[in-house]
Every structure is written in C-alpha cells, then in structure tokens.
C-alpha cells in the first residue's frame, strides 16, 4: 500500500483499496507494427477520507487520452442510440421549452444526442476534445467546439453563445478530475434557474456487480450520491435530482442546480438513505469489492487455461475499453484469447492496448464461430446476445465474468 493520495475534490487524503499495477490507456489501441514503447501508468483506486469520493490515485494527462484519434464512438450501440434520443427528447420537452433556449453537451463525442437537438432547430454546442469524433458530430449538422471544457471555455462559451439552460455530459464529467474548474464554469454559463445534469457509472452497480472493469484511466471518479451531494454543495450547487439508469452495466443520472434553485426530489434523500443502510462508501464495502477483483481473476485465468488445454477456440467480443483492465491484470493475451470483435472501424485491424489482442471485424466472428466467445461489452449483452443468436444455435457458448465467472 502506497503513500495517501491527495483527493482532486476537496484535497483530503485518499486511501487506496486496490492496485491493478502497471496498465497501458484503454483506448490506446496500437498499429501492429507501431515501434513506439507503449505507454503505462499504475492503475489504483482509493476513498477520501474527508468526502468519500472513490478516485484514482494517479492521473493521466487529458492530452494522451482523448486526441485526434481516440477511438470510442457513441453510435456504436443501437440501445444507446436510442437512450441518447431519449435524453434530446425529454431536454426538448421540459428545460428547452423557452423563447430561445441553449444547450451545451461536454463530451459530445460522435453527436450521438446533439443530433436530434440540432434537428430540432434548438440551439446547442457540442464541446468535444477528441478532434475525430468532434468530427463525425460536425458533419451531423451538430455544432461543435473541439477543446477540453474547463472554467476558461465556458467563459469564450458565454461571450459568444450566452448562458445555457442545461450543460449536460454523458459518461464524461467521471473523465475529468479537475472538478473546481468544472464548476466554476458551469457557474458562470448555466442560467439561474438552468440545470446541470450528468450520468455516470454508479459505485453501487460497480460494488454488487464487481464490476471492475469499469476502472480504468479514463473513469477517474467513482461517484454516489453522498459523494456527488457534497461536491455540488462545496462549490454552490445542489443535487436536486437522482435517476437510475440502465446503461453501462448501471449508472445514474445527477440533476444539480444552484443551491436553492428547485426543491429537491424525495429520490434524493432515498438514495442517500440506502447508500447509509448498505455501507456503500465505507472502507469495508471496498475491500470487499477488492477482493471480488481477485476472485474473478483467478476464476477467468482458470477457465480460459482450462480451455486452452482442452484446444477451444475463445474469441473475445467487444474491444471495450473496460476489457483493458481485465486482459492486463489478468494475463490474457492472445495464447487464450485469439482475437476480439468489433464494430468500430477505427479499433479494427489494430491490437488492444498491453495484451495485443488482435481487433477484427464482426464478420470474423462467424468465420468460422470459436467454441466460446468472451463477452468483454457485457454491458450490452441483450443487444449482442440478440444479433449473434446464431452463434449460441450452432452451439457457442458465451463467458461472462462479472458479477461472477460464468458459462452461458
Ligand atoms: N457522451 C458520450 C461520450 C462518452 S466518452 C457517451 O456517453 O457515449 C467521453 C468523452 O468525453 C470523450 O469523447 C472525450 O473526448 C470527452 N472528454 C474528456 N474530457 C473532456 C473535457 N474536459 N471536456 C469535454 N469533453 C471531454
Ligand atoms: P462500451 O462498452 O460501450 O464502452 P467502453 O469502451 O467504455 O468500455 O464499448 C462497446 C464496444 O463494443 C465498442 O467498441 C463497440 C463494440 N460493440 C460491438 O462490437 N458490437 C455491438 O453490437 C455493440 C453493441 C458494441
Ligand atoms: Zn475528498
């Protein structure tokens, strides 16, 4: 165990609870004949003492994460296309209902939501540092600026658009952990009785599940409601609102306002309640989720080297970035995995960052199907398990390993 970190948040002292090690940047997806060295960092996660916030104990430089070429597109999910629709939507129909409202997306990677916004003729900007996606969104007829928002952007946001009704980021603001900047921002672009909504992989879902792939270098905070409570407080807001969603294997959606702006939903203080009754930011909630982490290393490392002995094919599918954290703290590379689908062209042809799996298209999948398939997108296992029913017919068998290892 290492030294105390200092918490991005509110600078008390951060407890780490587990160390993945040495891990190459999940999104970090190589040229087979790159001769560049890879580049690590020591993936650890701890609690503050003080506030409660899980983060990481180290932080990569925004620059070498979310660049020209960083690879995640929104639209590669129809179930998250159509959740992005839905967010347009219920924006339209209830903040955006002004004489000439304003919406500002952070992180609008691919225009996945800003789309139906700019369809509708509302006005919004798109802040997205990520130069390719920022790309696609442009060329969807979404407006787009492609810098990393912070206080400074919002103030050239103001001068040129004025305030918005809702700022709003998708599995985004957990990217960032320069919160008070953040903050000092949205105070200054949001309208007075305008709304700051963000969604993020909850802890509660990661803890049941043991969901520990969603730890990686670019989800740097581990959000509750407790600790999201006490950030909004300390620079001014307030959570007003709290929504489970489904998405990415469970997050939940964040409603914050000015501090007295709305009255906040009883939701709150019943989420609040069950996060006190479960223990869930206490130091023993965590080691225990710790030492699921274990357990399912040894349990997957143990059925793929089975596997491999007994000559099976296993195919990955789903070059997540979540699948970085497994196949590099556990080991496995491409002796027990030959290769991982998926549908992003800019993964494809390229390897998985540390362990070198190969990327292919889905095509690959069925050419001919391994004996078994290792879901590395369970969080999108309804919609893959549906358009690869022919693989479980013609007698595939699907690995899961969260919230256990298990044979499907
Ligand atoms: N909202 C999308 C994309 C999530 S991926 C979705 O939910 O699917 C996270 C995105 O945040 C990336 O596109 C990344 O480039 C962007 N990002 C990271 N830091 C940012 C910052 N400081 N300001 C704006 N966007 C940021
Ligand atoms: P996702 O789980 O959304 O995120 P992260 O990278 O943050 O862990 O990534 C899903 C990946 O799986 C993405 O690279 C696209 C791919 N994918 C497929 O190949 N086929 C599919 O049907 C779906 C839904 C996703
Ligand atoms: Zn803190």
Same mark, same amino acid.
């Given at each position: 165990?290492?030294?105390?970190?200092?918490? #991005?948040?509110?600078?008390?002292?951060?407890?780490?609870?587990?160390?993945?090690?040495?891990q190459?940047?999940?999104?970090?997806?190589?040229?087979?004949?790159?001769?560049?060295?890879?580049?690590?960092?020591?993936?650890?996660?701890?609690?503050?003492?003080?506030?409660?916030?899980?983060?990481?104990?180290?932080?990569?430089?925004?620059?070498?994460?979310?660049?020209?070429?960083?690879?995640y597109?929104?639209?590669?999910?129809?179930? &998250?296309?159509?959740?992005f629709?839905?967010?347009?939507?219920?924006?339209?129909?209830?903040?955006?209902?002004?004489?000439?409202?304003?919406i500002?997306?952070v992180?609008?990677?691919?225009?996945?939501?800003?789309?139906?916004?700019?369809?509708?003729?509302?006005?919004?900007?798109?802040?997205?540092?990520?130069?390719g996606?920022?790309?696609?969104?442009?060329?969807?007829?979404?407006q787009?600026?492609?810098?990393?928002?912070?206080?400074?952007?919002?103030?050239?946001?103001?001068?040129?658009?004025?305030?918005?009704?809702?700022?709003?980021?998708?599995?985004?603001?957990c990217h960032?952990?320069?919160?008070?900047?953040?903050?000092?921002?949205?105070?200054?672009?949001?309208?007075?009785?305008?709304?700051f909504?963000?969604?993020?992989?909850?802890?509660?879902?990661?803890?049941?599940?043991?969901?520990f792939?969603?730890?990686?270098?670019?989800?740097?905070?581990?959000?509750?409601a407790?600790?999201?409570?006490?950030?909004a407080?300390?620079?001014?807001?307030?959570?007003?609102?709290?929504?489970?969603?489904?998405?990415?294997?469970?997050?939940? #959606?964040?409603?914050?306002?000015?501090?007295?702006?709305?009255?906040?939903?009883?939701?709150?203080?019943?989420?609040l309640?069950?996060?006190?009754?479960?223990?869930?930011?206490?130091?023993?909630?965590?080691?225990?989720?710790?030492?699921?982490?274990?357990?399912?290393?040894d349990?997957?490392?143990?059925?793929?080297?089975?596997?491999?002995?007994?000559?099976?094919?296993v195919?990955?599918?789903?070059?997540?970035?979540?699948?970085?954290?497994?196949?590099?703290?556990?080991?496995?590379g491409?002796?027990l995995?030959?290769?991982?689908?998926?549908?992003?062209?800019?993964?494809?042809?390229?390897?998985?960052?540390?362990a070198?799996?190969?990327?292919?298209?889905?095509?690959?999948?069925?050419?001919?199907?391994?004996?078994?398939?290792?879901?590395f997108?369970?969080?999108?296992?309804?919609?893959? &398990?549906?358009?690869?029913?022919?693989?479980?017919?013609?007698?595939?068998?699907?690995?899961?390993?969260?919230?256990?290892?298990?044979?499907?």
């Amino acid at each position: 165990m290492s030294h105390p970190g200092v918490c #991005r948040m509110c600078a008390g002292s951060v407890r780490e609870f587990f160390d993945f090690g040495r891990q190459p940047l999940s999104d970090a997806f190589r040229e087979p004949d790159d001769p560049r060295a890879e580049f690590f960092y020591r993936l650890a996660v701890g609690r503050c003492e003080t506030c409660t916030m899980v983060q990481l104990l180290e932080e990569v430089p925004r620059e070498r994460m979310f660049h020209q070429d960083y690879p995640y597109l929104s639209s590669g999910s129809t179930v &998250m296309r159509a959740h992005f629709e839905g967010v347009a939507e219920r924006f339209l129909s209830t903040e955006l209902t002004g004489p000439d409202p304003f919406i500002v997306e952070v992180g609008c990677n691919d225009g996945v939501m800003l789309e139906s916004i700019a369809k509708a003729g509302v006005r919004h900007l798109g802040v997205e540092p990520s130069g390719g996606t920022a790309d696609l969104a442009a060329a969807k007829g979404v407006q787009v600026r492609k810098v990393f928002f912070e206080e400074a952007t919002a103030l050239d946001i103001l001068r040129d658009h004025g305030r918005a009704d809702v700022i709003y980021m998708a599995n985004t603001f957990c990217h960032i952990p320069y919160v008070e900047s953040v903050f000092r921002g949205v105070s200054a672009l949001l309208t007075d009785g305008g709304v700051f909504v963000f969604e993020d992989p909850y802890l509660g879902d990661i803890v049941e599940r043991v969901s520990f792939d969603q730890i990686y270098d670019e989800h740097f905070y581990y959000f509750t409601a407790l600790s999201v409570r006490r950030m909004a407080h300390r620079f001014g807001f307030e959570l007003v609102d709290v929504e489970p969603l489904p998405t990415h294997g469970g997050e939940i #959606r964040y409603t914050l306002t000015r501090a007295g702006a709305r009255t906040p939903s009883p939701a709150v203080d019943r989420l609040l309640e069950r996060e006190r009754e479960t223990g869930l930011a206490e130091p023993e909630t965590l080691l225990r989720l710790a030492a699921g982490v274990e357990r399912i290393r040894d349990e997957l490392t143990g059925l793929l080297r089975g596997l491999r002995e007994q000559g099976k094919r296993v195919v990955g599918y789903g070059a997540t970035a979540k699948s970085a954290t497994v196949t590099n703290y556990c080991g496995i590379g491409p002796d027990l995995v030959e290769f991982v689908c998926d549908t992003s062209p800019t993964k494809q042809g390229r390897l998985t960052p540390g362990a070198h799996l190969p990327v292919r298209p889905p095509e690959a999948f069925a050419a001919p199907y391994p004996d078994y398939a290792l879901l590395f997108a369970w969080n999108h296992a309804d919609e893959i &398990m549906a358009k690869e029913r022919a693989f479980r017919e013609a007698g595939g068998k699907w690995i899961l390993y969260v919230p256990e290892v298990r044979v499907l």
